[in-house]
């Protein structure tokens, strides 16, 4: 099976990740963790701002997914993708594979839309064949509403960025007055 968590940035999508892991791991069946983070984010663990242990992840490439394959008997698998933002067709033929699977649970996180609110990495695509996906919310940095989007204060150009500094979340109206005075 697979589960999406998604949202803008700072709504907590790490920290909702490593709760459902922490869930699984405590369950009486064994269950073995294989984490995964792309290679772009520069890091090979898995954290949340609110302090939950963090977890140690594999730096990867979106076409090692293209041969990742998990055959072992009566062994089952829990697979985390962080920040899938930063992968793409790879991962989406990855998860295709593995949405009936009763052996590997496929948990995937990540953003959905870049800071121009335009489509961003698989999870729109993978979110439309209709698994289980959980949206999170932040709160605006302007009015302290619902924040839906991720706001970039500095100069419009590079869409794929790393880190949080420049960004924060806003609700729409807020998002789009931004814009229009930029
Ligand atoms: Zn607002």
Do not use: N
């Amino acid at each position: 099976m697979v589960r999406v968590t998604t949202g803008c940035m700072w709504s907590g999508k790490s920290a909702a990740l490593l709760a459902v892991v922490r869930y699984y791991l405590s369950s009486p069946q064994p269950i073995r963790v294989e984490a995964y983070v792309p290679s772009t984010a520069g890091v090979a663990v898995i954290r949340s701002r609110d302090g939950s242990p963090s977890l140690p992840a594999k730096p990867v490439e979106d076409k090692d997914f293209h041969d990742l394959s998990f055959r072992e008997d009566h062994l089952k698998y829990l697979v985390v993708v962080s920040e899938c933002q930063f992968l793409g067709p790879g991962l989406a033929s990855f998860t295709a594979r593995h949405m009936r699977s009763h052996d590997v649970c496929l948990l995937l996180e990540g953003l959905s839309y870049d800071s121009d609110h335009q489509p961003f990495g698989p999870l729109l695509e993978i979110t439309s064949w209709g698994c289980p996906t959980t949206t999170l919310y932040a709160c605006c940095a302007v009015c302290r509403g619902r924040a839906t989007h991720t706001y970039h204060r500095g100069p419009k150009g590079a869409q794929v960025q790393v880190g949080d500094s420049g960004y924060e979340p806003r609700c729409e109206p807020c998002w789009l007055m931004g814009r229009q005075w930029a």
